[in-house]
């Protein structure tokens, strides 16, 4: 099993920065990847960032590029998401996704991101 703790998200004002962490723990050999995925109010939960773990490339979703940066740190199991101008569109409860080489997804608990007009 793999267990995932999320920190960081909270409330900001349009244009405002936050910082969510994602901190692996367990089973966490043969991950494929680690993600960052959302979900707000009566829409479907999406994609926002992915990191590959062995090779460390990223993408994005449109929505977020230029915007938002994932970045890794192998030696503290860790992934972050770095969320700068912060939009109203950007609410949302932020989830931490952990891939294994199987395709078995494993989630956190989710975070709050809340930013205002």
């Known amino acids: 099993q793999v267990q995932l703790v999320e920190s960081g998200g909270g409330l900001v004002q349009t244009g405002g920065s936050l910082r969510l962490s994602c901190a692996a723990s367990g089973r966490t050999l043969n991950r494929s990847r680690m993600a960052w995925f959302r979900q707000a109010p009566g829409k479907e939960r999406e994609l926002v960032a992915a990191?590959?773990?062995?090779?460390?490339?990223?993408n994005y979703a449109d929505s977020v590029k230029e915007r938002f940066t994932i970045s890794r740190d192998n030696a503290k199991n860790t992934v972050y998401l770095q969320m700068n101008s912060l939009k109203p569109e950007d609410t949302a409860v932020y989830y931490c996704?952990?891939?294994?080489?199987?395709?078995?997804?494993?989630w956190g608990q989710g975070t709050q991101v809340t930013v205002s007009s």
């Open positions: 990191i590959n773990w062995t090779y460390g490339g990223t």
């Open positions: 996704n952990f891939r294994h080489w199987s395709g078995v997804d494993y």
